[in-house]
Structure formats: C-alpha cells, structure tokens
C-alpha cells in the first residue's frame, strides 16, 4: 500500500489547508486512516483518525477546527483545517490500517506535508 500526502505549505495564523492523502489500496473504503503529525523536536502525535462508517475522532486541541474526511470513490483521505495556529506547524503524516479489537492498527505511513503557521 502506498501512502501520499500532498497540499501542505505556509499559511498565516488564522489561514486554513486542506491536506490530501492518496492511496494506492483498491480496498480504501475496508481501511481505518489517520493522521498524525511531528514538530521539531516533539514526539509524534495523532491528529485524529477515521474509521470505515466515517465516524471521526480529533484530539483535543483541534477540535472545532480540523476535519477528516475521506472519499472512497477517489481513495483519498482529507484533513481540513481552519483557523490554523503556530503550534500547528509540523510535519503531517497519513497512515492506513486495519480495524482490529475496535482499534485502527496502522500499517503503512506516508512521507509527510509540512505545514507552517507564521504569524
């Protein structure tokens, strides 16, 4: 499966991006997707995920913000967001997995969009 993410760029505070992720698994709509993303010197941390109904879920400080969304006619995933931060800089990541137990068990990353916030 291959995995890649596309529409990051700089934005100014309050902007938005809408981030795409391609792929390439003709059983797109049968795989849960996430989203993730890394700033300098953090850890890793996920954005939000979606499951195969569409039922989304966000960590909190995105909320009201950012939306997932996922189009399985063109197998690409979205993530929509406004009202964009400086905290919000960072390497974005898509991943694909399998719902298993209840829990999307990723299994395949992309490369990542870099998204910068200036103000």
């Known amino acids: 499966v291959e995995v890649v993410e596309a529409g990051g760029g700089s934005v100014q505070v309050g902007g938005s991006l809408r981030l795409s992720c391609a792929v390439s698994?003709?059983?797109?709509?049968?795989?849960?997707m996430a989203w993730s993303r890394q700033s300098t010197g953090a850890e890793r941390e996920e954005v939000g995920d979606?499951?195969?109904?569409?039922?989304?879920s966000l960590r909190e400080s995105v909320k009201g913000r950012f939306t997932i969304s996922r189009d399985n006619t063109k197998n690409v995933l979205y993530l929509q967001m406004n009202s964009l931060q400086p905290d919000d800089t960072a390497m974005y990541f898509c991943?694909?997995?399998?719902?298993?137990?209840?829990?999307?068990?990723?299994?395949?990353w992309g490369q990542g969009t870099q998204v910068t916030v200036s103000s």
């Open positions: 991943a694909a997995g399998f719902m298993i137990g209840g829990t999307c068990k990723l299994f395949a």
């Open positions: 698994d003709l059983a797109f709509s049968s795989l849960c």
């Open positions: 979606i499951n195969l109904t569409g039922y989304t």
